[in-house]
């Protein structure tokens, strides 16, 4: 069945640092991924998406993901956190015919920013 | 100019109530979701449409009947609300080659 892990629940780290969170993937085909970014009683907003090609993904406010099919991961990375990145990020996988006619979701990473 | 929009924002119901969601976009896409946050912020699929058609149907009560009169909308009427329904509902579209979009959701509180 197709899941999604997000082994880290809660992560703080301190502005400036570099930062990375953690996503492997369950899932029999080739997987489009993605992750989104919640702030507290807001919607989800895309950070970005991988389908095909460049498995190195830029997305907005700064930040990366790589797709590795050997690991089964697409982690998201930053290379300096600022104190407005604090937010619940989610990794999910699209599932479906099509390709993604549902996202999976996974169980979220909070990030705290300290100064 | 939202790309997808949610009313209302809040709801605060007793327990018993019908009460209905509304979900518009205007982003041309042709599918439309519905899905559930609970309080521990897990997401979940409840319902799929595209074109105006069901297509996903995760074994959601049947106390939950969404409702599509053109694909640029995507209604959701609970019936008989309980407190286990109290959550953070989002509405979503999507069309091929597109990520996702979400409206900015409706947190249901029963009580």
């Known amino acids: 069945a197709q899941s999604v892990t997000q082994p880290d629940i809660h992560i703080t780290v301190s502005e400036g640092a570099s930062l990375e969170l953690r996503c492997n993937y369950s899932?029999?085909?080739?997987?489009?991924l993605f992750w989104y970014v919640q702030s507290p009683g807001q919607g989800l907003q895309l950070l970005l998406k991988?389908?095909?090609?460049?498995?190195l993904v830029q997305g907005i406010k700064g930040f990366e993901a790589e797709f590795k099919r050997s690991q089964s991961s697409f982690n998201l990375r930053k290379p300096s956190v600022h104190w407005s990145d604090a937010a619940e990020y989610f990794c999910a996988v699209g599932a479906g015919s099509g390709g993604y006619n549902k996202l999976i979701f996974g169980a979220g990473t909070r990030l705290a920013v300290h100064p | 100019d939202t790309a997808v929009s949610q009313t209302p924002k809040y709801l605060v119901t007793q327990m018993g109530n019908d009460k209905s969601i509304k979900c518009e976009q205007n982003l041309g896409h042709d599918t439309m979701y519905w899905y559930k946050q609970d309080s521990k912020k897990f997401l979940k699929i409840m319902f799929s449409y595209n074109n105006k058609e069901l297509i996903i149907n995760e074994t959601v009560p049947n106390r939950f009947s969404p409702k599509s009169p053109d694909k640029a909308h995507l209604n959701l009427h609970i019936n008989s609300l309980e407190l286990g329904d109290s959550a953070v509902y989002f509405c979503?579209?999507?069309?091929?080659?597109?990520?996702?979009?979400f409206g900015s959701g409706t947190r249901l509180t029963v009580v």
């Open positions: 899932y029999g085909a080739t997987p489009y």
């Open positions: 979503a579209s999507s069309s091929t080659g597109s990520g996702y979009t």
């Open positions: 991988y389908f095909s090609g460049d498995t």
